[in-house]
């Protein structure tokens, strides 16, 4: 099955400093990896995505890259504010076909904004 | 609407004990639905999912079980809890079309003592 290792555990970075997490996967069949952020007794929100057939996405100030070839993906926060604070997770997850599909969950990290 | 209601929000319960945990969705009929469970300091790891009403699919052995009595009801259930079902357990549901987007609910936090 599926492994999804995330690195670093915890990254402590200054108010207005960039922050990166980065993680790798497994299976080469895998093509949609997520990123969730969660916030101290909440569910996770989903917050951005790519699918395989892309490189990079942007949205505001958070962009995730993928290497299919290396097989990892990172999620980049520029100009860090204390709302970012909070646990992010990425995912990976292979669309099968048919039926449910589950997603494989890195560790998290534990993000936290200096002021 | 994706939206996803759980309850209780927390729960302490003694060891042997039975649980139940419901999760329910709004928004479009038949929904995949997801639990997971999040121990302290660790991922999500995914325990059940559902593809429909009475259809069950599980993940990992374990102490727990789950059922999904109407398209968008699921519960999470267990006869005797052990000390190492406590946790922080999320129901999910996925987009539908795409089904790898899944949408979290604000969790259950479950304490056995």
């Known amino acids: 099955g599926e492994n999804v290792e995330q690195h670093p555990s915890t990254l402590s970075v200054q108010e207005g400093d960039s922050a990166v997490i980065k993680c790798t996967y497994s299976d080469s069949a895998s093509n949609y990896f997520p990123w969730y952020k969660q916030e101290l007794g909440k569910g996770p929100q989903l917050i951005i995505d790519i699918r395989s057939n892309v490189g990079e996405k942007k949205d505001q100030r958070i962009a995730v890259t993928l290497n299919k070839t290396a097989k990892h993906f990172s999620l980049h926060i520029t100009e860090t504010q204390p709302e970012d604070s909070a646990v992010y997770f990425c995912?990976?997850?292979?669309?099968?076909?048919?039926?449910?599909?589950?997603?494989?969950f890195g560790k998290g990290t534990h993000l936290i904004i200096q002021p | 609407s994706q939206t996803i209601h759980q309850w209780p929000a927390t729960l302490v319960q003694p060891v042997g004990s039975p649980l139940s945990l419901e999760c329910t969705v709004e928004?479009?009929?038949?929904?995949?639905l997801y639990w997971y469970r999040q121990a302290a300091g660790r991922g999500l790891q995914l325990l059940f999912y559902s593809v429909g009403i009475g259809q069950i699919s599980s993940e990992v052995p374990q102490n727990l079980s789950a059922s999904r009595p109407q398209d968008r009801q699921f519960i999470l259930s267990s006869k005797k809890l052990l000390l190492s079902d406590s946790g922080f357990y999320l129901c999910?549901?996925?987009?539908?079309?795409?089904?790898?987007?899944?949408?979290f609910g604000p969790g259950t936090r479950l304490l056995v003592l």
């Open positions: 999910a549901r996925d987009s539908g079309g795409l089904r790898e987007t899944q949408y």
């Open positions: 928004g479009t009929s038949n929904p995949n």
């Open positions: 995912a990976a997850s292979m669309d099968s076909g048919g039926g449910a599909d589950g997603l494989t």
